[in-house]
């Protein structure tokens, strides 16, 4: 039943306020995280189901990072995989469960900084985590044939990065602020949250990298090397691509 007004009467004004707020989607993600997600899930289905076994071992020698490369007699297989191979590993995953996981984590660490970054800062700051990831693998492999692929480095490298700004406490209508100030490297080395936060992090990386504690599921070595090279090039040089002055 409608309610009726006089004629002399008007109904009175709705207020704006009343209209109840947009609701919010589930997955809200900035597009750049989403475009690098589809990217390596395009690239994995393509090598489970559009190639064969051999194109698909050889998809693996040319992209994927091998200190061996860089000296040794291996070095004379695609020699100019030396230059991209840093970069293309990362997009490469060992099976579907290697790759979810790195999409959570990518959405959970990533998504913060891209939101505070814009789309060009945060690949540049994944190729640059990237880097720090073969970097580090390089150092622990020198001249051995230890292919290393995964998004594990870059994954990091965000999570090194989001802890510059992500542990300041200032929030907006009870979400991170992730445009507020970024805390030097003293400061957050500082923050006993991030201490926490960074000593078990380290541990979980060694342990469960070095085989002391087997990961279910797991059918592959961790690379755990290259996430510390991530997250290290993730949390000292994040500020060199932050558009903000850290405090």
Known sequence: MSQ???DDLEPPPVSENNTPPPSEPIFNLPAII??????MVLVHALREWGLSRESDQWVILVFS???????????????????????????????????????LWLAAFGSPVAARL???????????????GA??????FQGE????????????????????????????????????????????????????????????????GSGMVPLAGADMAIAWQAHVGGFLAGLLLFPLVDRKSST
């Open 4 to 6: 009726q007004y006089p």
């Open 34 to 39: 989403i475009g690098i997600a589809v990217f």
């Open 65 to 103: 990072f091998i200190p061996a490369r860089y000296s040794g007699a291996f070095a004379e297989f695609w020699p100019m995989a030396k230059f991209w191979s840093p970069f293309t590993y990362s997009v490469l995953h060992g099976n579907w469960m290697h790759l979810l996981v790195n999409l």
């Open 118 to 132: 814009g789309t060009a800062r945060t690949l540049v700051l994944a190729a640059v985590t990237s880097l720090g």
């Open 135 to 140: 970097a580090a693998h390089w150092l622990a």
């Open 145 to 208: 044939v230890v292919p290393m692929i995964g998004a594990s480095a870059v994954v990091s490298g965000f999570m090194g990065a989001a802890t510059r700004f992500a542990f300041t406490g200032t929030r907006i209508r009870g979400k991170l602020n992730v445009h507020g100030p970024a805390l030097s490297l003293w400061a957050s080395l500082s923050n006993p949250n991030i201490a926490i936060f960074l000593i078990v992090w380290f541990g979980l990386n060694y342990l469960f």
